[in-house]
């Protein structure tokens, strides 16, 4: 039997619908904002208005609204560590840094450096794979709904397609995404060549959380949706799950989280019997799908680095 919503469920509710419909998730009409209803009634187009003159630069309140910021003026930073040094450059994670370091691949003055809390002085040449690489003064922030079957790698040896075949005309700056979506996974994810805010962001103890819409092979039994609400003892240790509901049908779950463990959503289901058939992550943080169709991106906007900033 169907789990009726409760009031509290309100993270939830919009995973609901009066009618059952056949849900495509490869529609885009899929990808609009969660939390707007669609609406049965006919739009009437609103009543012509005439706007008041205001010279330019006078607070004309009906101007063009600024598109997204391509790039975010990153501050100059002194004496910074090695492994942020790197970082910065757009290389890599801080974390990922480090690992360079410990494998001799980076230099100083063309002194392999293995220290990782050594601090890269004004006039030093930093150099990752023989190559001078330094901190990027321009920060990209692009948010992608990735397709099925693309890969979250910089590069494939097997030339399958990769997550920067579909945002390399957008930028030269060298980003890399923040976490990852497995192959067959689709859905939001981001991209950028500010580590220090990748990592923080990726970080489990940030709890960024991340709602995604999972079809499973056959309907969740009301008792197995409530053992993952009571958190579930996997291989790896718990599965702590934020909330979870059925969606317009039982074979269908909205389900939040904050942990990052490798396809844990996946085996989450799993481990009670289930195979996800499909999965999407529709929220990242703060950012959802509105107006992003399936292979398509965009550039964050101020206001939106603002927060996830906040958040991390």
Do not use: W
Request: hydrophobic share 30%; with cysteine.
């Amino acid at each position: 039997m169907k789990r009726k919503p409760n009031k509290e469920d309100k993270p939830f509710s919009k995973f609901y619908k009066k009618k059952p419909t056949d849900y495509n998730f490869d529609e885009p009409s899929y990808y609009a904002d969660a939390e707007e209803k669609p609406s049965k009634k006919k739009r009437t187009p609103p009543k012509t208005v005439k706007k008041k003159f205001t010279p330019k630069g006078k607070g004309n309140k009906f101007s063009k609204k600024e598109a997204s910021p391509k790039t975010h003026e990153a501050p100059v930073e002194e004496n910074m560590r090695l492994n942020k040094y790197i970082a910065h450059a757009g290389i890599c994670s801080r974390r990922k840094a480090s690992e360079y370091i410990k494998q001799g691949l980076v230099t100083v003055n063309d002194l392999v450096i293995k220290e990782m809390g050594y601090k890269v002085q004004k006039d030093d040449v930093v150099k990752f794979e023989d190559k001078v690489i330094q901190p990027t003064r321009n920060h990209v922030y692009i948010l992608l709904n990735k397709p099925k079957n693309v890969i979250t790698t910089l590069q494939d040896e097997n030339g399958r397609k990769t997550v920067l075949d579909f945002v390399s005309d957008l930028t030269q700056e060298r980003i890399y995404p923040v976490g990852r979506l497995d192959r067959n996974t689709t859905g939001l994810l981001l991209l950028t060549n500010d580590g220090a805010f990748a990592q923080k962001l990726s970080h489990p103890s940030f709890g960024v959380s991340k709602v995604y819409k999972a079809k499973l092979d056959k309907a969740l039994h009301p008792d197995d949706l409530e053992k993952i609400r009571n958190t579930l003892q996997l291989d790896d240790g718990p599965a702590p799950v934020d909330a979870i509901e059925y969606g317009e049908n039982n074979k269908t779950i909205g389900i939040e989280v904050h942990i990052g463990r490798n396809r844990i959503v996946r085996r989450i289901f799993e481990h009670l019997g289930y195979e996800v058939v499909k999965l999407d992550r529709v929220r990242y943080a703060s950012l959802t799908k509105k107006n992003i169709p399936v292979g398509k991106c965009r550039f964050l906007t101020k206001k939106e680095v603002i927060i996830l900033k906040h958040l991390a």
